[in-house]
């Protein structure tokens, strides 16, 4: 048997013989990933696969009506991420083209802020398509 490198987790595995092109390992994880992977594929190469999908979307949000508000009501800190991610999508979209290079460089690292730093903070990438992450910010007192 041929040893083949997982594209998820990277760690080796026997490739089956059944699956001559298998690039995943049979971890469920990594089974998800692969399925991930095939719908985004096929979202974006499949006109009548994306149809399907919109429609099925569409008829469960009928069926199942105050669920996205119950939801955000559970949830307040998924909801204000993706109010934040979602002015950003806006402000890129009114204005392509503008780049703010203070986002990109500092220009000037001997100006300090006079701001509070403590606190909890998302950190937005601006630059590079990811996800935000939500992180704590403590003051540590200098002994």
Known sequence: MEEIVCCSCGDLCERSA????QCYCPKPGCQRARKAAWKRYKMRTDADYRFNQRLSSQTWAKAHPGYWRAYRKRHPEKAERNRLLQAIRNRRR?????VDHQLIAKVDASIVNQFKTVGQYWLVPVIA????????IFEVPIR
Request: net charge positive; glycine share 0%; proline share 6%.
């Open 18 to 21: 059944r699956h001559k092109n």
């Open 129 to 136: 398509k990811v996800d935000a992450l939500k992180v704590n």
């Open 94 to 98: 009114r204005h392509p083209r503008e």
